[in-house]
């Protein structure tokens, strides 16, 4: 059974930082790529970032891009999203994602899903 638990979400101020974590546990640790995604009210699932999980390679979104770094921790098969200069407009509910293939960008080619963490960046 694959588990994807995330945490580290909350009130954060624009301009402040966050840092997400994604503890995977089960099978996971044989997924290619984890993957950070987000949705906000009333609008569609939309990727963040993602990391290739033996070789460290990383993708991120233009609108996060030099703002969120997403890394890994090998040992303790953990995926941090770091959130820095945070923005209103990244308010949302964060998930989790991992896959065994390689459409890194499409939510629905990911397997495996955690329960989300709500981001709400307000002053």
């Known amino acids: 059974q694959v588990q994807l638990v995330e945490s580290g979400g909350g009130l954060v101020p624009p301009g402040g930082s966050l840092r997400l974590s994604c503890a995977a546990s089960?099978?996971?640790?044989?997924?290619?790529?984890m993957a950070w995604f987000r949705q906000a009210p009333g609008s569609a699932r939309e990727f963040v970032g993602a990391i290739r999980w033996s070789g460290a390679n990383t993708y991120h979104a233009n609108a996060v891009k030099g703002r969120f770094t997403v890394s890994r921790e090998f040992t303790k098969n953990t995926v941090y999203l770091q959130m820095n200069r945070v923005k209103p407009e990244d308010t949302a509910v964060y998930y989790c994602a991992a896959q065994t293939g390689s459409d890194i960008y499409t939510s629905s080619a990911y397997h495996y899903w955690g329960q989300g963490t709500q981001v709400t960046v307000s002053s």
């Open positions: 089960g099978r996971a640790f044989r997924s290619d790529f």
